[in-house]
């Protein structure tokens, strides 16, 4: 996967969350954990590794999944699949 956004707080949370899922989407989503993780490097402090979550938005189709985790106390990281290779 690859490095999204990062939200600050709650409203950038649910905008950054949109964000990474609102390519398809133009409403309010839900989104549904996968049971999946990811381990990713942190964007500006690369050394730093964080743990993400996979969710997955219910009811979407085909599904959008993407990872979201906290790297530090409210600032949320989102991650998207690598784009398909031509």
């Known amino acids: ?3 999204e956004q990062v939200g600050l707080d709650e409203r950038d949370l649910n905008g ?3 964000k ?3 390519r398809c989407c133009d409403r309010e989503v839900e989104w549904t954990a996968t049971g999946s993780r990811i381990t990713v490097a942190h964007p500006q402090y690369p050394a730093q590794r964080h743990t993400m ?3 997955e938005v219910t009811g979407s ?3 959008i ?3 979201a985790g906290e790297f530090s106390n409210g600032a949320w990281g989102f991650y998207v699949p690598d ?3 031509v």
């Open 65 to 67: 999944r993407f990872a």
């Open 83 to 85: 784009p398909p290779e």
């Open 20 to 22: 990474a899922v609102q």
């Open 16 to 18: 950054a969350g949109g």
């Open 61 to 63: 189709v085909p599904p």
């Open 1 to 3: 996967m690859v490095f």
């Open 53 to 55: 979550f996979v969710y």
